[in-house]
C-alpha cells in the first residue's frame, strides 16, 4: 500500500513537472527587462518594466506567484508615442486549497496530507489505466470499500497447503473493466493508476495549488498586443526592506559637514538585475494584500418548485412494491456533491499608534505652574518649522547591476549639513556626552537610520538618525567626552508664594522658586568646547548667567550654554526662575505651611486672612483629633477588661451564686461603658466630618 502511494504521487507529479516546464520554456517569449526600480519603507517597491513590442512575439512579466495579486491591482501600461497598443493581460488564474481539492476530487474542506485512499475516492467513475502485480487493465473507479477477506494461513513447517484463516478487513477497489466486467481488487496489489483525459489535467493543476513549490513558482503576464512600439509597464510588489546608514565626517573650524547615506538593498528574486536605475523614496505610502488572481463565487439563493421534485427516477433500483413496503421517508437513493462556499475577501489597515508620555519636570512634586508666566525656554530653540512633504526620492546616479538572490551596499546620497560638535550633560551627575547638535540644512526628509562618526579620519562614534525632516536639529550622543568635566559648587535656593487656587480637597500653591547655582567646568581638551548643560527645570522658567540658551524639543529639555577656551578651567553662577505648583490638602496641611503663608507679603490680603482661618479651624480639627485618638484608646482598654472579666466568671462558673454576681455586675458596668464610647465616637466621627466640609468650603473662596 505504501508502495503504491509513492508512485502514483511520482506519477502525478513528473507529469506536472513536465506540463509546467513546457510553460515555462514556451518559445516566442519576450521578458520585458527591468529598468527602474523605487523602493518604500512600506516594504514594498514600484517595478518599471520597459522594452519593444516584436510582432508575433509575446511581451511578459516573470513573477513569483505571490506577488501576481499586488501587480494586478497596481498595474500601469504606458505606450510610448501611441506606437504600441495593449488590449490587456493574461494570466494562468490562481487557484485556492479548496477548489484545487475539488478538482482533484478531494473534499475541499479537508486539511490533512492527501492520502493514496482520498485519491482513489476522487476517481470514482472516472476512467483510468490500472496497473497491479499482474496485470494491467483499462476501466473506471466504482468505489473503494472496507471488506472482510479471508487470508492464508501459514502452517510452520508443515507442506500442506494454507488453509482458510479469520477474515481480515481489507480495502478493497471495485472496478469496472473496459468490457463492462466488474472486478474486486485489494488495494495492497495495486502498483499504479493513472487517470485518463482531462481529469489528468485537472489533477496536475490542483498539485500546483496545494503543493508549497507549485505555489512559489514562478507565473509570467502576458501582454495581449499584436502590435509593435515601445512601451513601459509599471506595478508593486512586495520587496526585502531597504535599510539606510550614513557616515557624517567632520572637519575642523568648519560648520558643513559632509553626511554621506548609504543604503543596503536586496534582490531576493530569480532575475538578475541589469542596469537599473534605483532610487530611495523617504516615506510610507499605505499599502495592503488583496487577493485578485483566485477565482471567487457568491453564493446564489436556492429557488426551487414547491413541490419537491427529485433527480432520481424512483424505480432506478427498487419496485413500487419495495417502497411501500419499507414506507423510507424521502429518496432512498441519492447523492449530492459540491463546492463549498468561498468568501469574498476584505482588507483593513491598522493604523499605527502613537502615545505621548509627560516629562518630569521640577521636584517634590512640583509641576509647571498654569497661573504665573515667568518664561518659556523653547523659545531659545533653533529648530525651524518645515512645510514640506516627507515624500521625498534619493536617486542613485549611476545604474546597478545585481544578480539574483544577492544583496549590496551602496552610496545614495551626499549632503551638505549643519552640524556642531558639543558636550551634552544632562544635570548633575551626568557623565559628558561627546554630541553631534545635527541641523537638517537640506530641502530634503532624510530617511531613519544609523549613524556613524569621523573626525580627521578617525572613527569616534555612531549613533541613530531619527527621520529628519528639513529644518529639524537633533542632538546625536555617539561617545563619552574625557575632557570636560563640570561640578556643582553650590546652589542657593528660594520660594516665594505667589497666589492659591481652590481645587477640590484642598488647594494649590502658585510659587516662585529662584536657584543660584555656583558651578565649576573645565576643559582639558587643545580645543575650544561648547559645553550644552541640561539642568532639571521646566519649560515656564527664566535663566540667566549662561552664554547662550538653547532647548531640546525632543528630550524637552533646557539647555544652559558655556563656552571655553582650550585647556581652561573657570567658574560659573547662573539663575534659574520657575514658575511652579503643588497641591496642598486643606485637611493634613502643617501649621508651619499656613504660617508661611500668612506671613507672605506676596500674597493678597484675602487669601492671608483666609489662611489664617484654616488655621484656627486646623488647631480646632487637631484638638478634635485628640479627643478622637484617647476615646478609641479608652475603647480598647474597656474591651480588654471586658474580656478579663469573662474569663473569669467561665472560671468560677461551677461554684455558689454569690462568687459569680460581683463579676456579673462588672461586666454589666464595662458593656455600659463601651456603649456610651461608642455614641461619642459617633459624634466625635460626625464632627470631624462637619468640620473636613467647613475647611472645604472656606478654600473654596481661592477661587480657581
Not at 205 to 224: P, V, Y
Not at 299 to 315: E, F, G, I, T
Not at 496 to 510: A, M, N, Q, S
Amino acid at each position: 500500500m505504501i508502495r503504491s502511494h509513492h508512485v502514483l504521487m511520482l506519477v502525478l507529479t513528473s507529469s506536472c513537472l513536465f506540463a509546467c516546464a513546457h510553460v515555462d520554456g514556451a518559445k516566442n517569449e519576450h521578458i520585458l527587462p527591468l529598468k527602474r526600480l523605487h523602493l518604500y519603507e512600506t516594504g514594498v517597491g514600484y517595478f518599471e518594466r520597459s522594452g519593444m513590442l516584436q510582432g508575433g512575439t509575446r511581451a511578459t512579466l516573470p513573477l513569483p506567484a505571490g506577488h501576481i495579486d499586488d501587480a494586478l491591482k497596481t498595474l500601469t501600461l504606458v505606450a510610448k508615442n501611441g506606437e504600441a497598443t495593449v488590449s490587456g493581460v493574461s494570466f494562468s488564474s490562481n487557484l485556492s486549497r479548496g477548489m484545487a481539492r475539488a478538482l482533484a476530487g478531494l473534499e475541499p474542506a479537508g486539511k490533512g496530507a492527501v492520502s493514496f485512499r482520498s485519491v482513489i475516492l476522487g476517481l470514482r467513475g472516472q476512467a483510468v489505466q490500472l496497473r497491479t502485480k499482474e496485470h494491467s487493465m483499462s476501466g473506471a473507479v466504482i468505489d473503494l470499500t472496507q471488506e472482510a477477506v479471508p487470508v492464508a494461513c501459514t502452517l510452520g513447517k508443515s507442506k500442506k497447503p494454507p488453509r482458510p484463516c479469520a477474515k481480515q478487513k481489507r480495502w478493497v477497489l471495485l472496478f469496472l473493466h473496459s468490457d463492462t466486467k466488474i472486478q474486486k481488487i485489494l488495494l495492497s496489489e495495486v502498483i499504479s493508476i493513472r487517470p485518463e483525459g482531462a481529469l489528468r489535467k485537472r489533477i496536475q493543476t490542483a498539485l500546483t495549488a496545494l503543493t508549497k513549490s507549485g505555489r512559489q513558482k514562478r507565473r509570467a503576464l502576458e501582454l495581449l498586443s499584436q502590435a509593435k512600439g515601445a512601451i513601459t509597464l509599471g506595478y508593486i510588489a512586495e520587496t526585502a526592506l531597504f535599510r539606510v546608514s550614513y557616515r557624517l565626517f567632520a572637519q575642523r573650524g568648519s560648520e558643513q559637514q559632509t553626511l554621506q547615506g548609504w543604503a543596503l538593498v536586496h534582490n531576493d528574486s530569480d532575475e538578475d538585475w541589469r542596469q537599473v536605475q534605483l532610487s530611495f523614496v523617504s516615506g510610507r505610502p499605505d499599502s495592503f494584500l488583496f487577493p485578485l488572481t483566485v477565482p471567487r463565487y457568491l453564493r446564489r439563493p436556492l429557488v426551487h418548485p414547491k413541490r419537491a421534485l427529485p433527480s432520481v427516477p424512483q424505480l432506478i433500483n427498487t419496485t413500487p412494491d419495495a417502497i411501500w413496503g419499507d414506507q423510507l421517508q424521502g429518496d432512498e437513493v441519492g447523492e449530492a456533491y459540491g463546492m463549498g462556499g468561498l468568501g469574498i475577501s476584505g482588507h483593513g489597515r491598522g493604523g499605527g499608534g502613537s502615545a505621548r508620555g509627560t516629562i518630569g519636570l521640577g521636584r517634590m512634586g512640583t509641576l509647571g505652574s498654569s497661573q504665573l508666566r515667568v518664561g518659556n525656554l523653547a523659545a531659545f530653540s533653533k529648530a525651524k518649522a518645515s512645510k514640506l512633504g516627507t515624500l521625498f526620492r534619493y536617486q542613485m546616479r549611476s545604474a546597478l547591476d545585481l544578480r539574483a538572490h544577492h544583496s549590496a551596499l551602496v552610496p545614495f546620497s551626499q549632503l551638505k549639513l549643519q552640524t556642531k560638535r558639543i558636550t551634552l550633560i544632562h544635570g548633575f551627575g551626568g557623565k559628558p556626552r561627546a554630541t553631534a547638535l545635527v541641523e537638517n540644512s537640506t530641502g530634503q526628509t532624510i530617511p531613519p537610520g544609523t549613524i556613524s562618526f569621523f573626525s580627521e579620519g578617525s572613527f569616534v562614534g555612531e549613533s541613530f538618525l531619527p527621520r529628519t525632516k528639513p529644518g529639524q536639529r537633533h542632538f546625536l550622543q555617539h561617545g563619552t567626552d574625557l575632557d570636560v568635566e563640570l561640578k556643582s559648587l553650590e546652589t542657593q535656593s528660594m520660594e516665594v508664594p505667589k497666589r492659591l487656587t481652590y481645587v477640590k480637597g484642598g488647594f494649590k500653591e502658585h510659587f516662585i522658586r529662584t536657584r543660584k547655582i555656583k558651578v565649576s567646568i573645565e576643559n582639558r581638551d587643545s580645543e575650544k568646547r561648547s559645553v550644552y548643560f541640561q539642568p532639571s527645570v521646566t519649560r515656564n522658567a527664566s535663566i540667566k548667567g549662561a552664554d547662550a540658551l538653547d532647548f531640546d524639543m525632543k528630550a524637552q529639555r533646557a539647555c544652559v550654554i558655556f563656552y571655553l577656551g582650550k585647556n581652561m578651567k573657570v567658574k560659573k553662577t547662573f539663575t534659574i526662575e520657575e514658575g511652579l505648583s503643588r497641591r496642598v490638602n486643606a485637611q493634613k496641611v502643617r501649621m508651619e505651611t499656613l504660617d508661611k503663608f500668612i506671613a507672605a507679603k506676596s500674597l493678597s490680603a484675602p487669601t492671608r486672612a483666609l489662611m489664617a482661618k484654616l488655621k484656627e479651624m486646623r488647631v480646632d480639627a487637631r484638638k478634635h483629633l485628640e479627643q478622637q485618638r484617647r476615646n478609641t484608646n479608652k475603647k480598647r482598654a474597656l474591651k480588654q477588661k471586658l474580656g478579663r472579666l469573662r474569663n473569669h466568671l467561665k472560671a468560677v462558673g461551677g461554684k455558689a451564686g454569690n462568687a459569680v454576681a460581683p463579676f456579673v455586675r462588672r461586666i454589666l458596668a464595662v458593656e455600659d461603658a463601651l456603649s456610651a464610647n461608642q455614641k461619642r465616637a459617633q459624634k466625635l466621627e460626625d464632627g470631624t466630618k462637619a468640620q473636613r466640609l467647613a475647611m472645604e468650603a472656606l478654600v473654596k473662596g481661592l477661587g480657581r
